[in-house]
């Protein structure tokens, strides 16, 4: 299949070189490109204008070019070594040899040229609906490397004595290989691509498809081949603008070879706006317009893909940026729940237990004749205060395990920081720390998800409490104060801690995910807290003053919230 380096060595110590041989399915493929080269080399032989040895386009030396970007470079020599007698067999009957030799021989470097830049050049390129990709194409597989081709094809005629105007022929050439390369390279490319990875096309797409080509062929018709003005040659552009801004690169090179095709007809015939001067004059005129339709449209084409890729390719950050933030909150709500479970037990033990308390009383009262009606009610009411505190406690937990979805609705934070340290309550004295809250009781209320803040809230009072229990003293201390700001019309949080502070080398860190300061923590905390508050359309910092760390946060009073 190529030539490769054994890693065995002879006893010279010199790496050999072994030969493997194609094996089948390369030389089948390798024969199939062949008989591509022919039939279309054959085939456009015929298509020549009157009077003039050149056509709209040469399909061979794209075809050669589209191999040698589809196949392993270790590949490439059996490629051209076995393209020659098919490149003989379809010119020889109609052109000397001399001329056929030469035409292969810069041919086949043209090629070359043209590959090598652009598998270097692009990081991806088996595929032309990138804008850099096609840019390389135009300047190397349209221009340069056709150029340096035919300027040593023709001088190269001109000493054989087959031509007798080197200008003429250089410049035919090269706008014949530019239009060939520029149209049918990217579509053969894509069209393998496609291959390799079939997908169902929709069948209104194929109808559209259908409906533009033939949309181009009946304004393609009324402009060269009914007698109209020359800025009339523009009335197809529509539509080929349209294929290539809906379609791609693929349906832009279909577009243009359909107008060429349908422009050469007229030429052919003796219709349209090229017949009026000379023949080769007129030729070279019909062919540079297509040539520059062509760029501009593929250019067009590209860029417009590209466009498309990029948006869909932020989109697809996007939500995967949403599924990130989704886990990590869950994640965060999962070992939340882990370190309150004791502080939830404690606080549902007690009324529960004292609502078996009073209810057994309240059956020992009614075995007993003197029971008093009074007595009872007192009981029956401690049961039901101890029952709605025991199913508020049990709220609270179902909020803090709610789905992640929003509901978003007018909450009052003071009542939802009261609520908080309710439930932390017991846990706070189980830390030994005390908290102070000044709130301000003028704040106005905002629009936020209850349970996504009350999460935020817990994750930012037990890292707290983590802190202040750390510091080594007797009774830690957190100070929690609410301050409504007019000029930025946002309510703002502050909570500081009597702990040992945060270093400086980590209070940049502290919303980094797992970055965590004291054991038996996993670091998700500050992380969900951030996630939370700038889905609300609020930040959230950390900063030191003096010795006291303090974490704040604002949240928009009374705006919508930025959605999750």
């Known amino acids: 299949m190529d030539w490769k380096a054994d890693k065995l060595r002879d006893t010279a110590g010199v790496p050999r070189l072994t030969f493997v041989p194609p094996n089948t399915q390369t030389m089948v493929a390798a024969l199939a490109v062949g008989t591509c080269y022919f039939l279309t080399a054959r085939f456009e032989a015929t298509l020549g204008f009157p009077s003039t040895p050149a056509s709209t386009l040469w399909a061979p030396n794209a ?16 490629y051209l070594l076995l393209l020659l007698p098919f490149h003989l067999a379809a010119l020889l009957p109609t ?8 035409e292969y021989g810069t041919n086949v470097p043209e090629a070359l040229i043209a590959a090598v830049a652009i598998l270097t050049l692009c990081p991806e390129p088996r595929r032309f609906d990138r804008l850099r990709s096609m840019s390389v194409l135009i300047v190397f597989g349209c221009l340069i ?11 190269a005629l001109v000493q054989l004595g087959l031509t007798e105007n080197f200008r003429l022929t250089l410049i035919a050439g090269t706008l014949i290989d530019w239009f060939a390369v520029l149209t049918l390279v990217p579509l053969i490319v894509h069209a393998h691509r496609w291959t390799r990875g079939l997908r169902r096309v929709s069948r209104r797409r194929v109808l559209e498809t259908c409906g533009l080509l033939a949309g181009t062929i009946v304004l393609a ?3 060269f081949i009914e007698p109209l003005a020359p800025q009339e040659l523009f009335i197809p552009l529509p539509l080929l603008m349209w294929a290539g801004i809906r379609f791609g690169v693929s349906a832009a090179c279909l577009s243009v070879l359909t107008l060429g095709a349908v422009a050469t007809w007229s030429v052919m015939n003796g219709r349209g706006p090229w017949v009026d001067r000379h023949p080769m004059l007129n030729v070279l005129s019909l062919i540079l317009f297509l040539d520059v339709m062509a760029t501009l449209l593929l250019v067009l084409a590209a860029t417009f893909a590209e466009r498309r890729e990029a948006i869909a390719a932020r989109r697809r950050a996007e939500r995967e940026a949403r599924e990130q933030r989704q886990q990590v909150s869950l994640l965060s709500r999962t070992v939340l729940m882990g370190s309150l479970s004791g502080a939830f037990a404690h606080e549902l033990n007690q009324p529960f237990t004292s609502i078996m308390a009073n209810a057994q009383a309240a059956l020992q009262l009614l075995k007993g004749s003197s029971a008093e009606a009074r007595e009872l009610r ?3 009411g401690d049961i039901i205060r101890e029952d709605r505190r025991g199913t508020k406690v049990l709220r609270n937990i179902q909020g803090l395990l709610s789905p992640v979805t929003a509901s978003w609705q007018a909450v009052d934070l003071n009542t939802l920081i009261d609520e908080v340290l309710q439930l932390l309550r017991s846990d706070l004295r189980a830390r030994h720390v005390t908290i102070v809250t000044g709130l301000d009781p003028q704040q106005p209320l905002v629009l936020a998800d209850r349970a996504q803040i009350q999460r935020c809230l817990l994750n930012l009072i037990l890292s707290g409490s983590d802190a202040a229990a750390s510091a080594g003293e007797e009774q830690g201390e957190l100070t929690l104060t609410t301050h409504y700001s007019a000029e930025r019309h946002a309510v703002e949080i502050f909570l500081a801690d009597s702990g040992s502070g945060i270093a400086a080398e980590d209070l940049a860190q502290m919303f980094q995910p797992f970055f965590m300061t004291r054991q038996n923590r996993v670091g998700l905390g ?7 508050v ?7 910092w950390t900063e030191m ?5 303090i974490v704040g946060l604002t949240l928009p009073a009374n705006l919508a919230p930025k959605p999750a």
């Open 63 to 78: 075809i050669v070019l589209a191999t040698l970007l589809l196949v392993p470079r270790a590949q490439w020599w059996l």
């Open 95 to 102: 052109q000397p040899l001399s001329r056929v030799l030469v």
């Open 145 to 155: 490397a056709p150029f340096a081709a035919n300027l040593a094809m023709s001088a």
């Open 221 to 223: 018709t009324l402009a």
């Open 378 to 380: 007192e009981i029956l």
């Open 526 to 532: 500050l992380t969900a807290s951030r996630s939370i």
């Open 534 to 540: 700038e889905a609300h359309g609020g930040r959230m």
């Open 545 to 549: 003053r003096g010795h006291t760390a």
